[in-house]
């Protein structure tokens, strides 16, 4: 079956950028599916950050966009996540999800088990 | 910015029928999602496409999305029902409800 594993830093410093990928098993990255970003900050709720189609096509979340590059390695069949200037407030759990439906607008049916970052000098 | 707003909370009885509303502006006339997510653990889809369910989930887990209010209901809740539920929606971009806690007691 479809599997998703994050994998990177636990710790970033503040300022500096924040980099995740994302690897998928069980399925081509290039299947037609979207790929997304998600983060949940300690006892809060689900904040999107972005999604990518294999062929670089991506949504972003206006409020990170600025911030935020997703990028995807077809050939290592994994996608990837930078966060630049990262303060205390991205402190959180970094989940990679699929979205199957090829539009990348619609919901997440397969999630990674999620990685801390904690932001921090 | 579009929102979607949940209740903080519910409590329901074993074996008794929970419905956790997600409310936003014209919701009905956009797809719905609903999650749940247990302590420690990933979110799971439970419902998508307002009424439809996952492979695996149980039969008393239902939606439905009109107006501006969606809703998830679980029929015969049970102890192991007991989780945060968010629901989501794409509208420019994708939003989430706040989170409900669903208590089983």
């Known amino acids: 079956q479809v599997q998703l594993q994050e994998s990177g830093p636990g710790l970033v410093k503040p300022s500096e950028t924040l980099s995740l990928t994302c690897a998928v098993s069980?399925?081509?990255?290039?299947?037609?599916?979207?790929w997304a970003w998600i983060r949940q900050s300690p006892g809060k709720g689900l904040d999107w950050i972005g999604s990518?189609?294999?062929?670089?096509?991506?949504y972003h979340n206006p409020s990170l966009k600025s911030r935020v590059t997703i990028s995807v390695d077809t050939s290592k069949n994994q996608f990837s996540l930078n966060l630049r200037s990262v303060t205390a407030a991205d402190t959180a759990q970094y989940f990679c999800?699929?979205?199957?439906?090829?539009?990348?607008?619609?919901?997440?049916?397969?999630w990674g088990q999620g990685t801390l970052v904690t932001v921090s000098s | 910015s579009y929102e979607l707003t949940q209740p903080p909370s519910v409590s329901v009885s074993p074996g008794q029928t929970a419905s956790i509303a997600c409310s936003g502006d014209?919701?009905?006339?956009?797809?719905v999602c609903w999650y749940r997510q247990k302590p420690g653990q990933s979110p799971v889809l439970v419902i998508y496409?307002?009424?439809r369910r996952p492979s695996g989930i149980p039969e008393r887990f239902s939606g439905s999305n009109s107006g501006n209010t969606a809703t998830l209901t679980i029929s015969g809740t049970q102890a192991m029902d007991e989780a945060y539920y968010y629901c989501?929606?794409?509208?420019?971009?994708?939003?989430f409800g706040g989170g409900t806690n669903l208590t089983v007691l």
């Open positions: 999800a699929r979205d199957p439906t090829g539009t990348g607008t619609a919901y997440f049916d397969i």
């Open positions: 496409h307002d009424t």
């Open positions: 014209n919701l009905g006339e956009k797809h």
């Open positions: 990518i189609y294999h062929s670089g096509h991506t």
């Open positions: 989501q929606t794409w509208h420019i971009t994708m939003v």
């Open positions: 069980g399925s081509s990255i290039s299947s037609g599916s979207y």
